[in-house]
């Protein structure tokens, strides 16, 4: 009986393994911080909110805007952090780009998309 507890538990550890390294994770098989190197167009529009939103900026984010997973961990990521980007000023861009189907109200870490 111990034997078969002791494989339960392994045969467990290698399902919860083989979920986590499937390469999928919040942007899929890209890296948020991969995600976060193309947004330079965004760079003053992430830094200042009175600052207007290139359109280069908006294609990019809306290639990902529909993911508010992916959009909350690149806005987050150390890339954006060390670029400058001002998270709380970063998150008003889907509304600043004036996408109708932005995740209105989502939690991305200590704020909230408007």
Same mark, same amino acid.
């Given at each position: 009986m111990a034997s078969f507890l002791k494989?339960?538990?392994?045969?467990?550890?290698?399902?919860?393994?083989?979920?986590?390294?499937?390469?999928?994770?919040? +942007?899929?098989?890209?890296?948020? *911080?991969?995600? @976060?190197?193309?947004? =330079?167009? +965004?760079?003053?529009?992430?830094? *200042?909110?009175? @600052?207007?939103?290139? =359109?280069? +900026?908006?294609a990019q984010v809306k290639r990902f805007g529909q993911n508010p997973k992916c959009l909350c961990a690149v806005l987050l990521s150390d890339t954006a952090k060390a670029s400058g980007v001002n998270p709380e000023i970063a998150i008003s861009i889907p509304k600043r780009c004036n996408f109708a189907n932005r995740p209105v109200g989502y939690k991305c870490g200590p704020y909230t998309l408007p």
């Open positions: 494989f339960l538990c392994i045969l467990g550890l290698v399902v919860v393994l083989a979920g986590v390294s499937d390469g999928n994770g919040e +942007c899929g098989k890209t890296s948020p *911080d991969d995600e @976060a190197m193309k947004l =330079a167009p +965004c760079a003053a529009a992430a830094q *200042d909110s009175n @600052a207007a939103v290139p =359109a280069a +900026c908006c």
